[in-house]
């Protein structure tokens, strides 16, 4: 199976999921085009079509969708902009200003990346639509962290930060999301423990 085979289950899968909870056929048809762009930096930069990073942008949509019952369309096109862990793989703001509107890019851009000395505060005074969609975000690479190829203190320091802020930030905006970080954060400290 291909890449390209890939993104399209995956975009299958979004579609699929929308409709069954109701989303206008409008909105699903701008998520669509917004997946279609997050995925053009992917094809073009991961040769392997299991990377971690691959799927990425469907299952922060994912996340959003079934675990916050998001239909926004506006939010869920910005979700599958955003990317806050490998710059390579993000879109221009421009090209997601001129693509999907003003809104959709402030969205993205309003997002506080990881490593912040700031992180906490930053997260705490966004607005609640970004915050749900920088906990969905991170959630996806927290989620798959272990599986990317990179040294162990960056694993420690990435769970860290989702078990000191994210996690606390997340207990304060939605509870499944609260639930989903309480797992990932227990689940770390046993491999942790078992390391």
Partial sequence: ????????????????????????????????????????????????ERHPLFLHPGRTVLVLIRDVSCLDADLLCAAVLTESEDAELRIAAAAIREGFGSDVAELVAAVPMPGSPSLAEALVTADEPVRLLALAERLDHVRHAHLREADERWRVATHAEACTIYGPVAEQTHPQLARRYAHWCRAFARRLDRG
């Fill in 1 to 48: 199976m291909g890449e390209e085979n890939r993104g399209t289950m995956m975009a299958a899968t979004l579609v699929r999921t929308a409709r069954s909870l109701g989303m206008t056929p409008e909105g699903i048809q701008r998520l669509s085009r917004a997946h279609a762009l997050a995925m053009q930096p992917r094809f073009a930069a991961l040769e392997d």
